[in-house]
């Protein structure tokens, strides 16, 4: 897979942005069929960074249901955090 089709977006909010100013982390939503291996040479290639560590998690679907009965569906997702070496940073997540 290319890296345009393994980092789907980066997550941007209140936890991510806290992430990286404490442990030097990013987070992005990824491809659910995407490995460790491939996140950390997307990133390297999309923002020619140098990545410690990637560790992934992965949220199932799940059922919205309201006074007991079933009224949608929430979608699941895979969120990457890749550590970045010492003194590395992405210019896109700067100032956000």
Excluded: H, W
Aim: aromatic residues 8%; glycine residues 6%; contains cysteine.
């Amino acid at each position: 897979m290319d890296y345009t089709q393994i980092l789907v977006k980066p997550l941007v909010s209140e936890k991510a942005t806290f992430v990286k100013e404490q442990a030097q982390q990013v987070v992005f939503f990824v491809n659910p069929r995407a490995n460790k291996i491939e996140i950390k040479k997307a990133v390297e290639a999309a923002f020619k960074v140098k990545v410690t560590d990637v560790n992934v998690i992965t949220k199932k679907p799940s059922d919205k249901v309201r006074q007991g009965r079933v009224v949608g569906r929430i979608s699941g997702c895979k969120k990457a955090y890749v550590t970045l070496a010492p003194g590395e940073k992405i210019e896109f997540f700067e100032g956000v």
